[in-house]
């Protein structure tokens, strides 16, 4: 489409943009002039940094887990700006593969506070900064 010379607008490729790697492909395989991101940043909101080439530690990416919840809770309110964390939470690559987590998980899934749901996820990070 790009090649087209009667195509005068922007070109935006969209789909399975996880990566950097996937971004460099859009650009030089397909020409496009931007890319969308969506599901990819679901549990990893720093997926924006890292395709600029930083690499964030655990420590950071919660970090940027609790400045997300913080944000929800002041844009919206208390219960529905946890209520949306969560679902980013529950889709967190941080949190996969960490030997019996079903249950932390849970409770963090469940819990109804700022309070309460900052000391589950501080309890995580003690737990994978000290693996």
């Given at each position: 489409m790009k090649?087209?010379?009667?195509?005068q607008i922007p070109i935006i490729g969209n789909g399975d943009i996880k990566s950097a790697d996937d971004v460099r492909n859009a650009f030089d395989r397909y020409?496009?002039?931007a890319v969308m991101i969506g599901r990819a940043t679901f549990g990893a909101p720093w997926v924006f940094q890292e395709f600029k080439g930083g690499l964030l530690t655990i420590g950071e990416k919660i970090?940027?887990?609790?400045?997300q919840l913080h944000i929800n809770v002041e844009r919206i309110d208390e219960r529905r700006g946890i209520l949306h964390t969560r679902r980013h939470l529950a889709a967190s690559p941080i949190f996969k593969g960490i030997p019996d987590f079903r249950q932390t998980r849970i409770a963090m899934l469940r819990a109804e506070?700022?309070?309460e749901l900052?000391?589950?996820?501080e309890q995580?990070?003690?737990?994978?900064?000290s693996a």
């Open positions: 090649n087209n010379p009667r195509i020409g496009v002039d970090d940027i887990l609790l400045e506070t700022v309070s900052t000391e589950i996820i995580v990070r003690k737990r994978l900064v």
